[in-house]
């Protein structure tokens, strides 16, 4: 949004925009969460969120093509139970006391997140409006993958004894770990930055967050922002003798 903003006579479409790829194939990440329940298993951990399975990030159990990553997360509140409720049952969820989702549900169960790639698709973008407004167009992608990973918890949950699992996904509302929208490349006419994430448009465009991303993987992105980062960092200083 800020380079679309920032257009001039020079750059029509926005900063570093000669490719008309500023602001598009912007990404997420599919993502499901799941509340497994085993009753007579009293849960008092604090800090759950300390496993990974990568077992089918590169291929599924029966099919040849990546599902994702599944991974432990922190405990959940009854007050979210509420507050998660579909807005049709929102007041009856509200109504029932915050004590009787932690007898029946909350004490007894473990979390999980089923987390599969986005992909860069040119109409999933970020446009500003005639007024200036940020206009996020988004559909989600890989649905089929998403839905195998999914089958895959259930069954792992399942034959560990859980007697009930609640997957819930925020669809299109999940903006987990967005990236995308600046694409990183050798080539000028298919990327917007080059691959120390200087624009191909201008000399002293630097871009180092999440928009550089080519695809999204089926992980927390954090620590390759890092990584890019520090990596960038030390090029601007051999570039500059700093």
């Not at 089958?151 to 987990?176: A, Q, Y």
Request: proline share 5%.
């Amino acid at each position: 949004a800020l380079l679309l903003r920032s257009g001039n006579a020079a750059h029509p479409d926005g900063l570093g925009n000669s490719s008309g790829l500023v602001g598009r194939r912007y990404m997420a990440h599919i993502a499901t969460m799941i509340s497994a329940v085993q009753l007579g298993q009293y849960n008092d951990v604090s800090f759950q969120k300390t496993v990974a399975i990568n077992d089918f990030y590169l291929k599924g159990r029966d099919v040849d093509y990546p599902l994702g990553q599944i991974q432990s997360q922190g405990h959940i509140h009854p007050i979210m139970i509420q507050m998660a409720a579909p807005d049709s049952y929102q007041p009856l969820a509200v109504s029932i006391p915050q004590w009787f989702y932690r007898l029946a549900w909350t004490s007894w169960s473990t979390e999980w997140l089923a987390m599969t790639e986005d992909l860069p698709h040119d109409e999933n973008r970020v446009t500003l409006s005639e007024r200036g407004h940020i206009r996020l167009t988004y559909h989600q992608s890989n649905q089929v993958a998403h839905q195998h990973l999914l089958n895959e918890v259930d069954r792992m949950l399942k034959g560990l004894g859980f007697h009930f699992i609640k997957p819930v996904s925020l669809g299109v509302g999940n903006t987990t770990h967005q990236c995308g929208t600046i694409v990183f490349g050798e080539n000028p006419q298919e990327s917007v930055l080059d691959p120390f994430c200087k624009s191909h448009d201008l000399d002293n465009l630097y871009v180092v967050d999440a928009s550089f991303f080519p695809s999204s993987a089926a992980v927390n992105p954090g620590l390759t922002i890092a990584a890019q980062a520090l990596r960038v960092a030390d090029h601007l200083r051999s570039r500059y003798h700093c």
